[in-house]
C-alpha cells in the first residue's frame, strides 16, 4: 500500500489516495486518528469499508461525505476502486453481461440469471479478496483498528465478505442491484448485524427480490429500512440511521 | 375532561388519569409543561397520542415508558382506553369477530374479510371520533399546542385519523393486526409523514399485507423500519428511530 496524495479537510479529517498495487483507493482519518508520529498516542479508531457501484471518481463527492460524517463521529472510513472500473482494465464477460442486460431491458424481457451472473460474480469473486487485501494494510496502519463495518453497495460484494471475512462485525447494505443466486444462498450464512436500505421505488430494482433476500439473511439482527424515491434518493434522515447502526456496533 | 389523579414522576413528568365522559385516559406532560400557573410561562409542547390494542392497563407501563422518552425531548404524550376495552362495555359485534377469528386460525383457515371487518371497523368508526374528541380536549390544556402525532397501533385507527384529523401532523404505525379492505383505501388518502414499524416475523400478521399496505400509504414521505422477532419484540434501537422521526415532525 503506498500513499500517492494527502489533503488535510476544513474539518480535520485527513484524506489521503493509496494504491495497493494498481488498485486505487482512498482512505478518511479523523484528525485524532491521523496526528504526526510526535503528538501523544490516542486510542485507534475503528473501519468502515465504503462500497459502491464502481467509477471512484463519479462516487468520490458522496462517499467523502458519508466518511467526513463518520470522521465526526470517530471513524476512519477507506474504499477501493471495482476490478473493471474507473481506470482498472474493463473485465471482458462483465462488459457483456452487460450489454445483454441493456438488451434485456430494452426489450422489455425478464433479466436471465446467467447474465446478472455473468454480471456480478466476477466483481465479488475478484473484488472481495482486494477488499481484504485492501483491510490487511489498513489495519496495519497506525491509529487504525477493528472491529470493521462494511457499508454500501454492491449488496453482494458485501454479503461475500460478511460471510468470508471475519473482522466484518457489521455491515449496511444498500438493496439495488441484481442478485445472483449463488449470493442469495450465501446470505443465509451471514450471522452479523445488518441494516438494509431499500430504495422502495428504485427504478433499476426487483423489490420482490431485495426483500427476499432481506428475508434470506441469516442474521440475528437485522432490519430493513425502506424509504420512498428512487436509486441515489436516499433521505438525509435515513443516512443518519444507517451511521447511527454502525457507531452503535462498531464501538467497543 | 376531569383529572381523576395525577402523580409527578421522579423525571419531573406528571402523569394524569382523567376521563372524557365515560372514556378513561393519561396524560404525560414533561415538567416544563405543567408548571402551577404562577410559576413563568415556558412556550406550549407538541402532543404524541399514543395508540395501543386495548387495555389500558396491561399497556399502561410500555406506554408511560415511551411517554417519558418523549417529556424529554419536549412533547406531552396521552392515550385513551379503545371502545369495548378495559373497563368499557363489551361490543357484541367485535367480540363475535373475535370468536370468529380464533375459530379460523385454529382450524388453520384464511380469516375471511369480513371477520376482518367485524373486528376491527368498529373500534374505527367509535374509536376515531373519541380520539379527536379527546384532542380537543387535550389541546385546550395549557402547556400543549400543535402539531400533533400519532404513534401506535391499532394501525387501522391511525390510517383514518391521519385521513380525517387534520392536526395529525405525522404517524408512526405499528404493523401487527388485521386490516379492513375499506381501510386499505383509505391510506391511498394518507399524505402526512409516516414511519411504519413491521415485526418481521409477527406471528399474527400477514407480512405480505403489511407490505402492500405501506405501498399503498398516499405518503410522499414514509419510510418502512423492519426488524426481526415477533409481534411485542420492537428493538430500543427501531423506538428510538421512532422516537427520532416524530420529534423531526412535530418541532416547529
Given at each position: 500500500m503506498r500513499f500517492t496524495s494527502e489533503q488535510r479537510l476544513d474539518d480535520g479529517v485527513l484524506e489521503r489516495d493509496f494504491t495497493l498495487g494498481d488498485?486505487?483507493?482512498?482512505?478518511?482519518?479523523?484528525?485524532?486518528?491521523?496526528?504526526?508520529?510526535?503528538?501523544?498516542?490516542?486510542?485507534?479508531v475503528p473501519?468502515?469499508?465504503?462500497?459502491?457501484?464502481?467509477?471512484?471518481?463519479r462516487m468520490?463527492?458522496?462517499?467523502?461525505?458519508?466518511?467526513?460524517?463518520?470522521?465526526?463521529?470517530?471513524?476512519a472510513s477507506a474504499t477501493i476502486e471495482l476490478p473493471g472500473s474507473?481506470?482498472?482494465?474493463?473485465l471482458p464477460v462483465v462488459e457483456q453481461a452487460r450489454a445483454d442486460l441493456r438488451r434485456a431491458l430494452e426489450a422489455g424481457e425478464p433479466v436471465p440469471?446467467?447474465?446478472?451472473?455473468?454480471?456480478?460474480?466476477?466483481?465479488?469473486?475478484?473484488?472481495?479478496?482486494?477488499?481484504?487485501?485492501?483491510?490487511?494494510?489498513?489495519?496495519?496502519?497506525?491509529?487504525?483498528?477493528g472491529p470493521v463495518g462494511y457499508s454500501g453497495g454492491v449488496i453482494s460484494i458485501g454479503v461475500r465478505l460478511a460471510v468470508v471475512e471475519p473482522r466484518v462485525a457489521a455491515a449496511v447494505l444498500f438493496a439495488g442491484?441484481?442478485?445472483?443466486?449463488?449470493?442469495?444462498?450465501?446470505?443465509?450464512?451471514?450471522?452479523?448485524?445488518?441494516?438494509?436500505?431499500?430504495?422502495?421505488?428504485?427504478?433499476?430494482?426487483d423489490r420482490q427480490?431485495?426483500?427476499?433476500?432481506?428475508?434470506?439473511?441469516g442474521s440475528k439482527e437485522k432490519a430493513l429500512n425502506a424509504n420512498m424515491g428512487g436509486h441515489t434518493g436516499v433521505p438525509p434522515h435515513a443516512g443518519e440511521a444507517a451511521a447511527r447502526f454502525l457507531a452503535r456496533h462498531l464501538r467497543a
Open positions: 488498485i486505487p483507493g482512498v482512505l478518511w482519518t479523523p484528525a485524532s486518528a491521523s496526528e504526526p508520529a510526535s503528538a501523544p498516542k490516542s486510542a485507534p473501519l468502515i469499508l465504503l462500497g459502491h457501484p464502481g467509477g471512484l471518481d468520490r463527492p458522496r462517499l467523502a461525505a458519508r466518511a467526513r460524517h463518520s470522521a465526526s463521529e470517530g471513524f474507473g481506470g482498472r482494465p474493463r440469471d446467467d447474465v446478472v451472473d455473468r454480471l456480478v460474480l466476477p466483481l465479488v469473486d475478484e473484488g472481495v479478496p482486494e477488499w481484504r487485501a485492501a483491510l490487511d494494510a489498513l489495519l496495519a496502519l497506525p491509529g487504525i483498528d442491484s441484481y442478485v445472483p443466486r449463488v449470493i442469495f444462498e450465501e446470505a443465509r450464512q451471514v450471522t452479523v448485524p445488518l441494516h438494509v436500505l431499500l430504495q422502495w421505488d428504485d427504478e433499476g430494482n427480490a431485495a426483500l427476499d433476500l432481506f428475508d434470506a439473511f
